[in-house]
């Protein structure tokens, strides 16, 4: 496996988990911690993913972000979110997951 492979394998364990932790991943793909923040900081450059530390701290991609890019435009979510007024409340919750799910992520300012 090349850098560039590990690297985006390494993207893809993030996006579908969430969060991981450097050792967890270097433990996965047979590499030092080191070419583990390596990698992802060569990542970070591209992507919205970032570390924190202390507990429940490791390395996390953005709320919302999805790999493949597939969102919905404003235009498309302004219009489920008129339909989504006249549902009944279970269907309204569904429809405001799938809005949620589809949308563009906000990047959140540190500190709010």
Known sequence: MTAEERRRAILEV???????????????????KRTIEYD??????????????GTGGGI???DGYRLDGKYLTDIERCLLERLGAGLSDGERAVMEGIV????????KEVGK
Request: hydrophobic share 35%; glycine share 2%.
């Open 40 to 53: 992802v900081l060569r990542l970070s450059q591209s992507y919205p993913i970032y570390t924190t530390q």
């Open 14 to 32: 993030i996006c579908a988990r969430r969060h991981e932790t450097r050792e967890n991943l270097a433990f996965e793909f047979g590499v030092s």
């Open 100 to 107: 949620k799910k589809f949308s563009l992520p906000v990047k």
């Open 60 to 62: 996390h991609i953005m």
